[in-house]
């Protein structure tokens, strides 16, 4: 079982939703919350039996597909990806667990376990036409989530949402298909397996080019600044458990992909554009903490502040040395916890007040103590503070940016400082000060649902902070073979220089590694 665990972790949850359509509706939320803890269980297996010493993929799966094209149904894990799986079905679990009285819960639940399984696809993919029917399958139940579930405006933000997202991914296919050709050029057969493609080494002009197609589809993803507009609505339209897989998940696929892809295949190219790329995640960062302050709903607050830490993941991920990339991968884990523990937060005050307008509150320290413990704590992990698990992401981010550029990486240090104004202004206008309105003065405080998602969310985001090791540890080992990787490819003097090769032995042998021309 073991040596097809993979495909267990993609296919069950999808299979379990076909049968959940026999389930009794009375019935139907335990049946989600069984499926998703075994889900669950098996990924935690699957952290037992990985070896966090060894650097390449693991519990790796093959079979052929279209073999005259080189396109195989390929999987495999390393430190990079096996975390962000577990993220995922622990978020897929806490999330239906969680779920409260709303209409059509039963299609909810199943759209979500089809969701588990576009997400689990995704990271364990290693052929890249399988990674690219994952990624936009992923935008199917997250279509429908928005659309069926969401507020008023929900119909633009969906319609937005998938719009902008498979505009990105087609460039992002053709950038696939000419690697492929590439690949043929050079060694007379086709494959689209990424290991393959990780042996070419590719003439500078051809990696800007594919750099920028591939680009356009992750930075969509992300979402990068200019393209982060469709982000907003997303949240602001989607339901609670929609915002928060989107905020936990969906966007780390972006950052997640420029590692796996973007990274190994074009160093030169990534050197190239690392400036440019910083640039525009600092106005990221920046600008949207800045448009976050002159919010009124606090879900729209969370939703820039989610923007404005992807923009941190970016300047990590293109530190392009070891502290960096794997500070950003920690990054997406961290921001995983701590923003879908926000929006969950969100959720509960809007289930007792259906609105998100902050003026409506205040004071709600006195009505709602321990809701206002868990929010103040979850912000304080969302602003960075020492000892919570965004500090450790965050610091590593800009360690590793910080050598390639004081100046770039201080300014981004002063847009996580921009983040702690809103973030704390926000608290205020929330909890503080006396109770002004009488709808207030008798809100129950969390109960025992709300806090079986909360309490294991704010454990991890102090756990994390305090003791990183376990994780950190197996995706420095991994980051260390992508990083020498790409110093043993690049061509250019200046890439050699900006991508320091962290190991003493070449992970790759030279004979192995191919030219297309």
């Known amino acids: 079982m073991i040596d097809h665990i993979l495909s267990i972790l993609i296919f069950f949850p999808v299979v379990a939703a076909l049968f959940g359509a026999m389930i009794q509706k009375d019935s139907i939320r335990a049946y989600g919350i069984a499926v998703s803890a075994i889900e669950f269980a098996l990924s935690l297996w699957l952290w037992f039996a990985f070896d966090g010493y060894s650097s390449g993929m693991q519990f790796m799966e093959s079979i052929p ?3 005259a094209f080189g396109i195989n149904y390929t999987l495999g894990v390393d430190g990079i990806s096996i975390f962000i799986i577990i993220l995922s079905t622990f978020v897929t679990l806490i999330g239906i667990a969680s779920l409260g009285e709303m209409k059509n819960i039963k299609n909810m639940i199943i759209t979500l376990l089809v969701l588990q399984m576009t997400m689990t696809g995704v990271f364990a993919a290693l052929d890249a036409i399988i990674f690219y029917v994952f990624w936009e399958l992923s935008l199917v ?9 969401g507020g008023p405006l929900r119909i633009y933000a969906s319609i937005k949402f998938f719009l902008y997202t498979f505009t990105g991914s087609l460039v992002m296919l053709v950038g696939m298909l000419f690697m492929a050709y590439f690949y043929n050029q050079a ?7 990424i290991l393959d493609w990780y042996r070419l080494i590719l003439p500078e002009n051809f990696q800007l080019w594919l750099f920028a197609a591939f680009f356009l589809g992750f930075a969509i993803k992300v979402p ?3 393209f982060h507009t469709w982000l907003p609505y997303a949240h602001g339209q989607a339901p609670t458990i929609g915002s928060v897989i989107l905020a936990a998940i969906l966007l780390k696929m972006g950052t997640y992909a420029f590692i796996r892809f973007s990274l190994p295949l074009f160093p030169d190219a990534s050197v190239f554009f690392m400036y440019p790329i910083a640039v525009l995640a600092i106005i990221m960062v920046i600008y949207t903490a800045m448009v976050a302050f002159a919010q009124k709903d606090i879900k729209q ?3 820039y502040s989610s923007v404005s830490h992807m923009g941190i993941i970016i300047i990590g991920t293109f530190a392009l040395n070891v502290e960096g990339v794997s500070g950003s991968i920690f990054l997406m884990l961290g921001h995983g916890v701590v923003a879908g523990a926000l929006f969950f937060l969100v959720g509960v005050i809007y289930d007792r007040r259906h609105t998100k307008i902050m003026s409506e509150f205040g ?5 709602m103590p321990r809701y206002a413990t868990i929010f103040g704590i979850m912000m304080m992990a969302s602003v960075g503070m020492p000892l919570t698990i965004n500090f450790v992401g965050e610091f590593l981010s800009l360690l590793g940016f910080f050598k390639q550029s004081q100046i770039l990486a201080l300014l981004a240090g002063v847009g996580i400082i921009v983040g702690a104004i809103y973030m704390l202004a926000s608290y205020k206008k929330l909890f503080f000060g006396e109770i002004t309105n009488d709808e207030n003065k008798n809100l129950p405080d969390v109960n025992k649902r709300e806090l079986l998602a909360l309490i294991p969310l704010t454990f ?8 990183p090791k376990p994780i950190l540890d197996p995706i420095n080992t991994s980051v260390e073979s992508i990083v020498q990787l790409m110093h043993d490819k690049a061509q ?5 220089a900006r991508i320091p090769a962290p190991l003493s032995e070449i992970t790759i042998p030279k004979s192995s590694i191919e030219e297309a021309h």
């Not at 139940?141 to 579930?149: F, H, K, S």
């Not at 004071?363 to 009505?367: F, I, K, R």
Request: aromatic letters at 16%.
């Open 65 to 67: 597909l279209i073999p």
């Open 141 to 149: 139940p997250m279509l429908y989530i928005i659309g069926a579930w």
């Open 187 to 193: 060694t007379g057969e086709w494959s689209f397996a």
């Open 224 to 226: 990068m600044f200019p």
């Open 301 to 303: 607050v969370i939703a």
């Open 363 to 367: 004071g709600l320290a006195h009505s």
């Open 460 to 467: 991890l985001a102090i756990w994390l902070g305090i003791y």
């Open 492 to 496: 250019s003097a200046e890439a050699k």
